[in-house]
């Protein structure tokens, strides 16, 4: 599975963006994707997860409630919304897909760059 991520930019706080994560390749092998984030000078976080074929989400709490995530089967697309956004939700975010359950991410895009200004 390929992934490519975009959507990314530079929006003051309050804000909103919209993230998209094109699978191609092996799409039909896709159980779950999930979006994460680095921020400068610190570790690679989780932000939200879906399951591919029943939509179940799952978010870290310090999105939850501004932040949804969702797909389009058809289009082999994931997306994360993003509202109300801070300036700690600027980082790199990458999405990745665990392609079998029991399996771990193996697949990463290459990550888009969001900078929310004060």
């Known amino acids: 599975v390929q992934l490519q991520a975009s959507g990314g930019g530079l929006v003051q706080a309050g804000g909103h963006l919209r993230l998209s994560c094109d699978a191609s390749g092996r799409t039909f092998s896709i159980y779950r994707m999930g979006w994460f984030r680095r921020a400068p000078g610190k570790e690679r976080e989780f932000v939200a997860t879906?399951?591919?074929?029943?939509?179940?989400?799952s978010y870290a709490d310090s999105v939850k409630g501004r932040f949804t995530i969702s797909r389009d089967n058809a289009k082999n697309t994931g997306y994360l919304h993003m509202d109300s956004l801070k300036p700690e939700d600027t980082a790199v975010y990458l999405c990745a897909v665990i392609p079998r359950l029991g399996r771990p991410y193996d697949y990463w895009g290459q990550g888009t760059q969001v900078t929310v200004s004060s």
């Open positions: 879906i399951t591919w074929s029943g939509g179940v989400t």
